[in-house]
């Protein structure tokens, strides 16, 4: 399990984000509120960086779990283990965050185990509790906890996804990748690189984002951007940071990389 905690942050340290609309002020009526939240969109458009920007300007720990196949309700919520011969229980990431306060984040929820999301449901309702039936603890959130999840529903097939009983437990709000000037401020900010070249590599990635009859699983993200971004800005030339930051990540496949390759060029000219 990759688990990310960030203590109550600086009053100056508030990671980036480029605000595209109302999703701050909705950020933080949900937590006022005791509100869950779930936050769909592509891979790479900025949901994490958003939980990281709104638990550093809320001033709250951050737990961030990466979920996948292998996690289990027990990863969450914690377990027994045998230290100096004692046993001892020792609290997940979820169990920290309730008993402490803070945003407990889990990143494609739906990539875990079935019975991670029936732990949740206590936890997004009006009882806000998490059982701990290995410990006999019913554990009573505080104001100061909220659950987020995200997933990508475009990249989800019919084995996972989120059941509508489950869904609707949640506030829910959809991300994409931000406008052309949006994206351009990101990949300057993040980067340092000139407004000429983060404009072109936005407009490659909004060509490739509109190409029909390649088959892509994802399209070219804003992070992949900034990766590409930081390549040109360390020196590497255009074509093999184009290559190495957005052709080879997106593909294995020789024709769609060639389609690729064809798709750039008419951007560059």
Avoid at 7 to 20: G, L, N, S
Wanted: glycine share 8%.
């Amino acid at each position: 399990m990759s688990v990310v905690f960030k203590e109550k942050p600086a009053a100056d340290d508030v990671p980036f984000y480029h605000a595209t609309g109302n999703e701050e002020r909705l950020f933080e009526t949900a937590f006022a509120q005791r509100l869950p939240l779930l936050l769909k969109g592509p891979t790479g458009c900025g949901k994490t960086r958003f939980v990281s920007h709104m638990a550093a300007r809320l001033g709250v720990p951050l737990y961030t779990v990466s979920c996948h196949d292998d996690l289990t309700a027990a990863d969450l919520t914690g377990r027994f283990l045998i230290k100096g011969g004692e046993t001892v229980w020792a609290d997940g990431p979820l169990t920290r965050a309730v008993r402490t306060g803070g945003i407990c984040y889990l990143d494609e929820v739906v990539e875990a185990r079935k019975d991670v999301t029936v732990v949740l449901h206590p936890l997004t309702d009006d009882r806000r509790i998490l059982p701990l039936d290995r410990t006999g603890e019913v554990l009573q959130a505080p104001p100061g906890f909220m659950l987020v999840v995200s997933y990508n529903p475009g990249y989800q097939n019919l084995l996972k996804q989120l059941k509508p009983s489950t869904r609707q437990r949640f506030l829910a709000m959809e991300f994409g990748f931000p406008d052309p000037e949006s994206e351009t401020v990101v990949i300057m900010r993040e980067t340092g690189i000139d407004r000429d070249r983060a404009a072109t590599l936005v407009r490659i990635a909004g060509n490739i984002r509109k190409l029909s009859g390649i088959d892509l699983e994802e399209a070219a993200s804003t992070r992949l951007l900034v990766y590409c971004a930081t390549l040109l800005m360390a020196g590497v030339d255009f074509d093999s940071a184009v290559a190495a930051a957005i052709i080879e990540p997106l593909s294995d496949d020789a024709d769609i990389k060639a389609g690729l390759r064809e798709a750039i060029a008419i951007i560059r000219g």
